[in-house]
């Protein structure tokens, strides 16, 4: 309906009421594809969004896994299976092959065999440590049930 500038609508006699449809407000087609295209727009921003957000404690930078060479000693670290009690996620990290042990606290930090006396943010971050800590001639000792763990003799 066209309404003039004397509020009457154009066709319609002067004096004469509008009748508006009876019935609920429907919506077209074009706010149902507006719906949608907002929903798919959210769906498509969420990854985004969740990306950019800052790493917290006990956050991995890695994901799944990490690999990198620090110092010339080569540190893999790979997230395995829930842990047996906790329920969270274990880590198997090597440095130049060897197993290091690592142990997650309470407080979402970890610590290492190599160094047990402070905790570090990241599974990464107490490799590092651990490399730091072994020095440039010193390998991590293959551990057995009742032996010796680290680098001590």
């Known amino acids: 309906m066209v309404v ?20 609920p407000a429907r919506g077209g087609r074009r706010d149902v594809l507006r719906g949608l295209l907002t929903a798919v727009g959210a769906l498509v921003l969420a990854p985004v969004v969740a990306a950019s957000r800052p790493l ?3 956050d991995d930078p ?22 047996r009690t906790s329920g ?8 130049d092959g060897r197993t290091l042990h690592l142990m997650p606290r309470a407080d979402g930090t970890w610590m290492s065999m190599v160094d047990h006396y402070r905790s570090y943010d990241t599974p990464l971050d107490t490799a ?6 072994l020095g440039p001639g010193q390998q991590l000792r293959e551990t057995h049930m009742g032996g010796h763990h680290g680098v001590r003799p």
């Open 4 to 23: 003039s500038v004397g509020a009457v609508a154009v066709g319609a006699e002067p004096g004469a009421k509008s009748q508006a449809r009876p019935g």
């Open 56 to 58: 917290q404690k006990g």
């Open 62 to 83: 890695g994901g799944l896994g990490f690999e990198e060479t620090y110092r010339g000693r080569r540190i893999r670290g790979v997230k395995t299976s829930a842990g």
């Open 88 to 95: 969270a996620a274990q880590w198997h990290v090597t440095i």
């Open 128 to 133: 590092r440590v651990a490399v730091d800590e």
